[in-house]
């Protein structure tokens, strides 16, 4: 992941209802979920969901699929756990921490 990736991925993700949408798909898993689930689980606005969901997807976090008259999201696993790796990486040069070898991983994924 490159450092403009990883601000990306963390920009669209410091906006409470996209972090609040992002984690929503995260526990959904695999099969994801339809916006019109999501608004109705977050108590969101379909119009504003279907914002956050766009910033969502254009910072790669979430993936689109067109199901029938649906759109499926589902949570980009391999991205977030890029990013979480980039995080973790970097996060001190090596230097003042103790860094686990191994990037952090979703074991739900």
């Known amino acids: 992941m490159t450092e403009n ?14 972090l609040r949408a992002f984690r929503a798909l995260v526990v959904a898993g695999p099969q994801g979920s339809t916006p019109s689930t999501l608004a109705d689980q977050l108590d969101v606005a379909r119009n504003t969901l279907s914002f956050h969901l766009k910033e969502l997807a254009h910072a790669a976090l979430v993936t689109i699929e067109p199901q029938g008259r649906n759109l499926v ?7 977030m756990n890029d990013l979480l790796g980039y ?6 040069q090596g230097e003042g921490c103790e860094v686990v070898a191994a990037a952090p991983r979703c074991t739900a994924c």
């Open 73 to 79: 999201y589902r949570a980009d696993f391999a991205r």
């Open 5 to 18: 990736e990883a601000v990306s991925a963390l920009a669209a993700l410091a906006h409470p209802q996209r």
């Open 87 to 92: 995080m973790t990486e970097h996060c001190c």
